[in-house]
């Protein structure tokens, strides 16, 4: 009885975690990192070149995050398939979707 009692406490909680994500809609993602562009475009309007280099800055720095709360989320729920909805390469994406987008 205490066999049939563990297996469906872990049955229940494989299943829980199998539905367990992080609820960070692409669309928000995509227009968060538009705003960003937007600003730093109408602080950096006068210097071209200097915009290219500032979004590459950001999109780097925003990959190592999205890596650091990946490896976070890893730790903290090993073993229980909890993922972003995204990742790296629809950040990747957005960011040079972005870029051609006011180039």
């Known amino acids: 009885n205490n066999s049939s009692n563990d297996q469906k406490h872990t049955q229940n909680q494989t299943a829980a975690h199998a539905r367990a994500r992080i ?3 692409l669309l928000q993602v995509k227009r968060g990192l538009e705003n960003m562009h937007r600003r730093v475009e109408r602080h950096l309007c006068e210097e071209e070149n200097l915009l ?3 979004w590459r800055s950001i999109q780097e720095e925003f990959v190592k995050l999205y890596h650091h ?3 976070l989320i890893d730790q903290c729920y090993s073993g229980a398939h909890v ?3 995204f990742d ?3 950040l990747l ?3 040079t979707s972005i870029a051609q987008s006011h180039a």
């Open 23 to 25: 609820p960070t809609p």
């Open 52 to 54: 290219v280099v500032v």
């Open 69 to 71: 709360y990946e490896s």
């Open 83 to 85: 993922r972003l909805e």
């Open 88 to 90: 790296a390469n629809d």
């Open 93 to 95: 994406m957005f960011f």
